[in-house]
C-alpha cells in the first residue's frame, strides 16, 4: 500500500479574488476550461498513488461539496479509505480565535481525530488553489532518501503572487532561511507542499496547539526551523498560485501556451475534471475561433481570439471575444464586444453591449449578470 | 427485484459492413460523433426514459465494449436493483452454444429475465443512431393491451424495399409484415426497436428454440410467428431522427448530419442528453493559425491546420498546414503536416503523415466514395489513398 496520504487545505476567502469569489470558495475556481482549482491537487494525488485524502473545509464550503461530490471522479469513492470531507470542528470544539481557522496547525488541531486514524506512515500537506502537474510520487521518494524531517516544494521560477514564502537553500537543497511575505522576494518560491511523518506531524499539531502557534511556515518552518532537517525538493515545471484576479487572468492566459497546454495535460499524469455530459462545440461557418481553449457544449458563430471558453457558452453571429475568460453557461450576443473580461457563469451579455477591461485590471462579472 | 420494464440490447454484431473499422471492436463500440460511441444512444435513451435494468448482450469481440460500459455509472446504471449488465454466451449443463441469432440470443437468457420478473421487455439494437423516449412507446404497448409493439417510421417509398415493412390497419394494428419486399404495401419500416410482454414473448421464444428450421431471429421467425399465432401487435409510429449506421457510408452520413441543422440530429437539445464515457483531455486547443469552420471539437483536440465540414474526436489533431474537409477524425487520429484528408473516416489512433493525400471531393466519377483508413494504422508521409478505398493498419487496401 501507498505509504502516503494527502491532506488539502481549503480557504474561504482570497479577497484578492473579489466577484471570482462571491459565490464559491477559491478551491472551485473555474479554471482553463474545464477544471475546478482543486482538481489539480486532487489529481496529482491520485496519479502519485494516494488512495485516502483528507479535504479540510473552511467556511462556506458548499460549492466545494457539490463540485468534488464523493470522489468518484479521482477514484476516490471507496469503502475503505478514499476522499473524506474534513468540516471546521470535527472535533466538537471552537478554534481558540473564534469561529475559523487562521493557520494550517489550527486547522489541523481541529481534525486532529481524522489525523490520529490515518493508515499510512507519512501525510503530504498541501493547498488547494495551486496550478500545478507535479510526480508527487518523486516529491516522496526524494523525501524518503533524504532522511529528511519535512520536505518542502519550491521553484526557482518566481510569479508575482500575495503573500508568499520563500526559501533560500543551502548543501544538499537544506532549508536555511525562510521568509513569510517578503516586500522583496528572493531564493526559491515555496509551493506549500510538505511531506512529513505523521508521528512527526501529531507531534507538532499537538505542540502548536500547546503554545497556541497557528501556522506552519512561521511557527513550525521559520520558528522550530532550527530543531528540524528541512529540505526543499526543487520543481521546475508549471505551478501557480492564484490570489488575486489579476494572477488568475494571466495564468489562465498561459494555458494558451501550447508549452504549458502540454504540460498541464500530459497523457502520463492526466488531471481529472467532473463530466460535464456536454455535447461537442459546434464552431460555425464564416465564423472565427483562434488561439483559443474552448471547452464542450459551445457554439460559436462569431470571432473569438486568445480566449479560454468554459462549456455551453454561446458567442453569437457578429460578436467579438478577445483576451477573455468566459465561465460555463455565459453567453455573448450578437454584435456585442468583450475583450480582457472574465465573465462568471450564465453572464449574459446582451446584443451590442461593448465591454472592455485592461490587461493590467481584468474586469471580472459577477456569476448570473445580464449586461 | 421485480421490474416493470427493463431493456436487451443486442450489441453482438460484428458489423460486417464497417469493415476495417470493426476488426477489432464490435459495431456498437464503434465512436461517432466526436466523443460518443454508438451504444451511448440506446443507453442514454434507457436512462432518460426511466428504465433502470439492460442486458447488453455481446458476443462479437467484446473487449472494447465491455470496458466501455463498466459499470454503467456514466449513464447512471450502476445499481444495486437492475443496472446494465454484459451478457454473453455461457456454457451451461447440456453444452455450449454461440448466440445463433438475435432471438436466440434472449432465449439463451430467459434466466436473466426472469430474475427481474418484468411485465415488459424491449428490445433494442446496437448500431442505430436517435433520441427516443421508450417510456412512451411502453405506455403505448400498455394502452393497446398488445403482446408486441414494433417502432416504424415512414420512409420513401422508393426505399421501401431496403426495410423490414410492415402493413397496418385504421388503429395501427399491424396486419401484414415482409422483410425486404419487391413490391412494398406500405412505407412503415421497422426500426428493429420492439416492446414485447415478457409472458408471450417468453413462450414465443421457446417454441422458436424448438423449431429446427428456424434462424432465430426476431425479423425473420419471431414476429411472423406472432402474427400468424394471431397475437395483437401494434405499430409505434416515430417521427424524430433516426439512424441505422451499419455501413460505412450510413455512419458517415450520421456524423455529418451532426453539423446540419435541418437533419433533425440535435445533440445539443438538453432535455434528452447522450452520456457518454469522459475521458480526462482538456479543452479543445485552436492555435494561432487554425481555421474550423462548421465543424464539431471536442476535449483534446489540438488544431493547428484546417477543418471544414468535418467530427474531430477527442485527442485528434490537425498540424500546421494539413486539411480535413468534409471528414470524420476518430479519437487519437493525427493529421500530419501538409497531409489532406478529404470525404474519409480516419479511424482511432491513426497518423496520416506529412502530405499524405487522403481521399477526395466527389469528382462525378462513377467509383467515388467516403475513403476509410482503419483503426491504428500508420500512414506513411506522401501517401495516396484513393477515393471509395480502404486501408487497413497492415497498410493492405482493401476492396469495399
Given amino acids: ?371 | 427485484m421485480k421490474k416493470d420494464c427493463i431493456a436487451m440490447l443486442l450489441a453482438g454484431g460484428q458489423g460486417s459492413r464497417l469493415y476495417v473499422l470493426t476488426e477489432n471492436m464490435a459495431k456498437p463500440a464503434v465512436p461517432f460523433g466526436g466523443k460518443f460511441r454508438i451504444i451511448d444512444f440506446p443507453l442514454s435513451n434507457c436512462t432518460n426514459a426511466g428504465i433502470d435494468t439492460v442486458g447488453v448482450l455481446t458476443q462479437y469481440r467484446p473487449l472494447e465494449l465491455n470496458s466501455y460500459i463498466g459499470s454503467g455509472q456514466p449513464w447512471d446504471l450502476d445499481r444495486d436493483d437492475g443496472g446494465v449488465h454484459i451478457l454473453p454466451p455461457y456454457q451451461s449443463a447440456t453444452g455450449a452454444s454461440w448466440y445463433k441469432g438475435t432471438a436466440n440470443a434472449i432465449y439463451q437468457n430467459i434466466g436473466f429475465v426472469d430474475m427481474y420478473d418484468p411485465e415488459y421487455v424491449v428490445v433494442l439494437s446496437g448500431d442505430h443512431i436517435y433520441k427516443m423516449d421508450y417510456a412512451d412507446m411502453v405506455a403505448a404497448h400498455k394502452k393497446a393491451g398488445a403482446a408486441c409493439t414494433i417502432a416504424v417510421m415512414e420512409v420513401p417509398w422508393s426505399e421501401a424495399s431496403r426495410f423490414g415493412i410492415m402493413s397496418v390497419d385504421g388503429e395501427d394494428n399491424i396486419t401484414e409484415f415482409a422483410e425486404k419486399p419487391k413490391e412494398p404495401k406500405s412505407n412503415l419500416a421497422s426500426m428493429g426497436i420492439y416492446v414485447f410482454t415478457w409472458s408471450k414473448m417468453r413462450e414465443c421464444l421457446i417454441r422458436d428454440e424448438n423449431d429446427p428450421n428456424s434462424e432465430n431471429d426476431f425479423g425473420k421467425n419471431i414476429i411472423p410467428m406472432m402474427l400468424n399465432a394471431g397475437e395483437k401487435m401494434i405499430a409505434y409510429r416515430f417521427a424524430g431522427y433516426w439512424k441505422d449506421v451499419g455501413t460505412l457510408d450510413s455512419l458517415w452520413d450520421a456524423n455529418m448530419d451532426m453539423l446540419a441543422t435541418g437533419s433533425g440530429l440535435d445533440l445539443f437539445e438538453r432535455s434528452w442528453p447522450i452520456y457518454g464515457r469522459s475521458t480526462s483531455a482538456p479543452p479543445a486547443m485552436l492555435g494561432k493559425n487554425s481555421s474550423v469552420e462548421h465543424s464539431v471539437v471536442t476535449r483534446g483536440c489540438v488544431v493547428d491546420g484546417k477543418a471544414e465540414n468535418s467530427v474531430l474526436s477527442e485527442n485528434s489533431a490537425i498540424e500546421d498546414g494539413a486539411t480535413v474537409e468534409y471528414s470524420i477524425l476518430m479519437p487519437g487520429a493525427v493529421v500530419k503536416k501538409g497531409a489532406t484528408v478529404s470525404y474519409a473516416i480516419i479511424g482511432e489512433d491513426t497518423v496520416i503523415g506529412e502530405n499524405a493525400v487522403i481521399g477526395c471531393r466527389p469528382d462525378g466519377s462513377e467509383g467515388w466514395g467516403v475513403t476509410v483508413v482503419g483503426p491504428e494504422t500508420d500512414v506513411p508521409g506522401d501517401y495516396k489513398l484513393a477515393a471509395n478505398h480502404m486501408l487497413n493498419k497492415n497498410l493492405k487496401e482493401v476492396a469495399r
Fill in chain 1, 1 to 371: 500500500m501507498n505509504g502516503l496520504h494527502g491532506i488539502i487545505f481549503s480557504y474561504e476567502k482570497e479577497p484578492g479574488l473579489r466577484e471570482l469569489v462571491e459565490h464559491r470558495m477559491p478551491a472551485s475556481i473555474p479554471f482553463g476550461g474545464r477544471y475546478r482549482v482543486i482538481d489539480f491537487m486532487l489529481s496529482n494525488m491520485q496519479n502519485a498513488g494516494i488512495t485516502d485524502v483528507g479535504v479540510v473545509l473552511h467556511g462556506n464550503y458548499q460549492s466545494l461539496l457539490d463540485h468534488v461530490g464523493n470522489g468518484k471522479t479521482w477514484d476516490m469513492s471507496r469503502k475503505y479509505g478514499g476522499l473524506r470531507m474534513l468540516p471546521p470542528f470535527a472535533d466538537n470544539r471552537k478554534y481558540r480565535s473564534g469561529e475559523e481557522f487562521e493557520g494550517k496547525m489550527q486547522a489541523l488541531a481541529g481534525v486532529r481525530s481524522y489525523l490520529q486514524q490515518i493508515r499510512q506512515d507519512y501525510v503530504v500537506l498541501a493547498d488547494s488553489d495551486l496550478i500545478i502537474n507535479i510526480d508527487l510520487a518523486d516529491v516522496f521518494a526524494a523525501h524518503l532518501q533524504s532522511k529528511a524531517d519535512i520536505t518542502c516544494v519550491c521553484t526557482p521560477n518566481y510569479r508575482q503572487t500575495e503573500n508568499a514564502t520563500f526559501f533560500q537553500l543551502g548543501e544538499d537543497n537544506k532549508v536555511v532561511k525562510t521568509l513569510c511575505g517578503p516586500k522583496k522576494p528572493e531564493g526559491y518560491h515555496c509551493l506549500e507542499i510538505y511531506i512529513l511523518s505523521k508521528d512527526l506531524l501529531l507531534r507538532l499539531v499537538d505542540q502548536c496547539e500547546a503554545e497556541e502557534k497557528i501556522s506552519f511556515r512561521s511557527d513550525v518552518l521559520n520558528g522550530m526551523g532550527d530543531q528540524f532537517d528541512i529540505r526543499g525538493y526543487v520543481f521546475n515545471g508549471l505551478a501557480a498560485q492564484i490570489r488575486t484576479v489579476k494572477e488568475y487572468y494571466d495564468r489562465s492566459m498561459d494555458m494558451l501556451d501550447p508549452r504549458v497546454y502540454r504540460e498541464l495535460s500530459t497523457a502520463a499524469h492526466p488531471i481529472r475534471a467532473k463530466e460535464d455530459d456536454e455535447t461537442p462545440t459546434y464552431i460555425a461557418p464564416e465564423s472565427s475561433c483562434t488561439n483559443t481553449l474552448v471547452a464542450d457544449g459551445c457554439i460559436i458563430e462569431g470571432t473569438v481570439e486568445n480566449s479560454v471558453i468554459f462549456p455551453g457558452v454561446k458567442v453569437a453571429k457578429g460578436a467579438v471575444v478577445r483576451n477573455s475568460i468566459l465561465f460555463k453557461n455565459a453567453s455573448v450576443e450578437e454584435n456585442a464586444e468583450v475583450s480582457y473580461v472574465i465573465a462568471d457563469k450564465n453572464v449574459q451579455i446582451r446584443r451590442g453591449s461593448h465591454l472592455n477591461g485592461h490587461e493590467n485590471y481584468p474586469m471580472a462579472i459577477s456569476k448570473n449578470s445580464v449586461i
